[in-house]
């Protein structure tokens, strides 16, 4: 009897079907075609790619940033969001936190929420904790987990260091709570738990 080969199963994208690249080589080959048309996210995502050296790219944050700015130059929030990283961490820049935060704001004001916690971030580090509250919470709107654990966690240290100032009440963090669920109600699909299954981006945040 002739053996039965078996076909190997191939991964398909849960959004639109189609085979999902196997080799680093797929990968980038597929990126650089969009970023040959101008493509905003895959110039980000390509700076990405040299920012930490993967998909076989030599890491090169230099690289990096030329291309986060010209995703920036789109309209790619997340790009300004990279660029903002590179000077508070100092990555093929001079560490300048002014810097940092001028390219955060204007990843936040474009949307991104990761932008929106860290300016949170940068205000309960100076004492405004009310100015930091009001970031956190807008973060949380959009399903940014990280930004409803930081209120948790000004609300359970608030409880015992009233006098420190650094609290938030268990309004804030009752309404967090909720514009969390909310935003969960709202984006929750079958659809979306078949794509967090697939790909860890794909999770919710």
């Given at each position: 009897m002739h053996a039965v080969l078996k076909k190997r199963e191939v991964s398909?994208?849960?959004?639109?079907?189609?085979?999902?690249?196997?080799t680093d080589e797929e990968v980038i080959g597929k990126l650089m075609k969009r970023v040959e048309v101008g493509d905003a996210m895959a110039l980000c995502s390509l700076g990405c790619d040299y920012s930490i050296g993967e998909k076989g790219l030599p890491q090169d944050y230099v690289k990096a940033l030329e291309l986060w700015h010209q995703a920036a130059k789109l309209g790619c929030a997340l790009a300004y969001f990279h660029i903002?990283?590179?000077?508070?961490?100092?990555?093929?820049v001079v560490r300048d936190k002014k810097k940092a935060t001028y390219y955060y704001e204007l990843a936040a004001m474009r949307g991104d929420v990761?932008?929106?916690?860290n300016l949170g971030v940068f205000e309960q580090q100076a004492g405004n904790f009310e100015?930091?509250?009001?970031?956190?919470?807008i973060a949380v709107e959009s399903g940014f987990?990280?930004?409803?654990?930081?209120?948790?966690?000004?609300?359970l240290y608030g409880t015992l260091m009233e006098d420190k100032g650094e609290i938030a009440t268990k309004e804030d963090y009752t309404k967090a709570s909720q514009a969390y669920q909310n935003?969960?109600?709202?984006?929750?699909?079958?659809?979306?738990?078949?794509?967090?299954?697939?790909?860890?981006r794909y999770k919710y945040l």
């Open positions: 398909l994208c849960p959004f639109c079907r189609t085979p999902t690249p196997e903002g990283n590179a000077y508070n961490n100092g990555n093929g990761g932008a929106r916690h100015r930091a509250l009001k970031h956190y919470i987990t990280k930004s409803l654990e930081t209120i948790q966690r000004m609300y935003y969960l109600h709202k984006v929750k699909s079958s659809q979306r738990d078949e794509a967090a299954a697939f790909r860890y």
